[in-house]
């Protein structure tokens, strides 16, 4: 993952400001990281600040944990929009799904069908624990993400392109 992808909008037509609030924090803490990523920039404390007023100061170690593997380990494009963007992709929705899915069982393998399209065996047996971390922070602050059990077997644009 090196930089943000923009495909077209029409591709998926959620809008962020339809998702409950635990997914539109959840979405903001994954663009603002990517963000900060892609510009070298430092906002540990932004996004400290916003997690500990939702209530889930501890979430940031977790989700930096995440997105750092995903950034080193991921293969191809993953499709983060900008923070101030008002669509919600198909690769944004593949990891709330993984999340979300951690938060309703007990199997920390359970989200790894959503990212096995970026990511290599080792680096989802890794991902494991920040990802099960991550869902239970979410869950104990009362920020539940829905299932996305659709999410899991659709391509985007990148990917069609790819494989064409």
């Not at 997914?23 to 430092?42: C, D, K, P, T």
């Not at 290599?120 to 059990?149: E, F």
């Amino acid at each position: 993952m090196t930089r943000i992808s923009s495909p077209d909008p029409a591709t998926m037509s959620m809008a962020l400001s339809d998702l409950p609030f635990g997914e539109q924090l959840f979405l903001w803490g994954i663009r603002m990281w990517v963000r900060s990523y892609n510009e070298g920039a430092n906002i540990h404390n932004i996004l400290h600040n916003g997690f500990k007023l939702a209530g889930v100061p501890t979430a940031l170690g977790a989700l930096d944990a995440i997105m750092g593997i995903l950034a080193t380990s991921g293969h191809d494009i993953i499709d983060i929009r900008c923070p101030k963007c008002t669509e919600v992709s198909l690769d944004e929705h593949r990891i709330m799904g993984a999340i979300a899915v951690l938060q309703y069982t007990d199997q920390p393998s359970d989200g790894e069908a959503y990212l096995s399209c970026w990511l290599p065996s080792a680096a989802l047996l890794i991902l494991r624990g920040p990802s099960s971390q991550l869902a239970d922070i979410m869950k104990q602050g009362g920020l539940m993400i829905r299932a996305r059990p659709w999410a899991r077997n659709l391509r985007s644009d990148h990917e069609m392109v790819k494989s064409d």
